[in-house]
C-alpha cells in the first residue's frame, strides 16, 4: 500500500504567487514526515522535518493527523524554488525505514 | 567536508554481470540505506542499515544485496543484474532517521 501520496506531477506559478505543494500518507501510528528537494543536477537535500516546526528557505509545513496531510507551503515564490519536492515518511517504530512519495515538480515562471 | 560519496556516477554493465557501487559517510553515521529513483515512482528503499553487521530489506530488496562490516561503508551489490535494474540509485546515511537523511550524488546504472 503506498504510504506517501503527491499528487501533482507538477505545480507552475508564477514567481511571486503562493505556493503548496500537497502531501498525503497512509500510516496508523505516529509518522515522522519530512520534505526533500531536489534541484537540477544535485542531488537530494532536506528541506525540513515536522518533528522541528521550522521554516527553511520561506517554506514551512504543518502535519495535519485528521487529513492525514503534510502539505508545503510558502507565500512567496522566488524563480530558485524550482525543483523537484519529495515528501517521505519514516516509520517510528523501525526509523529507518523510509517511504516517499513520486515527487511534485514546481516550475516557478518569471 | 561531510559527505556521502558513491562509486561510480555512471556505469553501463551487461545483463548477468556482478557489479558492486560503493558508498561511504565521513559523519559517523549510524544509519545508512540505499534507494532507486524511477519515473513517476519517486524513491523506493532497497535496504537499509542501523548499524554494523545490521541489515534489513526495505520495499525492493530483490536482486540486491548489502554488507555493513564497516560503519562508514554500505556497498550495493547487484550479484546477477538484469536490465529492470536499470536506474538511478542512491545511498544515503543519518545519525538518527528522524533526523532526516544526508544522500549522496547518484548513481546511474545501465543494464542492457
Known amino acids: 500500500a503506498q504510504r506517501v501520496t503527491q499528487p501533482e506531477k507538477l505545480l507552475s506559478v508564477f514567481k511571486g504567487a503562493p505556493v503548496e505543494l500537497k502531501c498525503n500518507y497512509s500510516?496508523?501510528?505516529?509518522?515522522?514526515l519530512f520534505w526533500y528537494v531536489q534541484y537540477s543536477r544535485q542531488r537530494l537535500q532536506l528541506l525540513l522535518r515536522?518533528?522541528s516546526r521550522e521554516s527553511i528557505k520561506g517554506f514551512t509545513a504543518d502535519l495535519n493527523k485528521g487529513e492525514t496531510s503534510f502539505h508545503l507551503k510558502k507565500p512567496f515564490a522566488q524563480e530558485e524554488d524550482s525543483a523537484m519536492y519529495y515528501c517521505a515518511l519514516g516509520e517510528v517504530v523501525s526509523i529507518n525505514k523510509f517511504y516517499f512519495g513520486s515527487g511534485t515538480k514546481l516550475n516557478v515562471k518569471p | 567536508e561531510a559527505q556521502v560519496t558513491q562509486n561510480p556516477r555512471y556505469l553501463i554493465t551487461v545483463t548477468g554481470k556482478k557489479l558492486t557501487v560503493t558508498c561511504s559517510q565521513n559523519?559517523?553515521?549510524?544509519?545508512m540505506s540505499w534507494y532507486r529513483q524511477d519515473p513517476g515512482l519517486g524513491l523506493r528503499q532497497i535496504y537499509y542499515?542501523?548499524?554494523?553487521?545490521?541489515?534489513d530489506k526495505g520495499d525492493v530488496p530483490e536482486g540486491y544485496k548489502v554488507s555493513r562490516k564497516e560503519k562508514r561503508n554500505f556497498p550495493l551489490i547487484l550479484e546477477s543484474p538484469s536490465p529492470n535494474q536499470t536506474s538511478l540509485y542512491f545511498c544515503?546515511?543519518?545519525?538518527?532517521?528522524?533526523?532526516?537523511?544526508?544522500f549522496g550524488s547518484g548513481t546511474r546504472l545501465t543494464v542492457v
Open positions: 544515503a546515511s543519518s545519525s538518527q532517521g528522524n533526523y532526516g537523511y544526508t
Open positions: 542499515s542501523m548499524n554494523v553487521e545490521v541489515t
Open positions: 500510516y496508523s501510528g505516529s509518522p515522522e
Open positions: 515536522h518533528i
Open positions: 559523519m559517523n553515521h549510524e544509519y
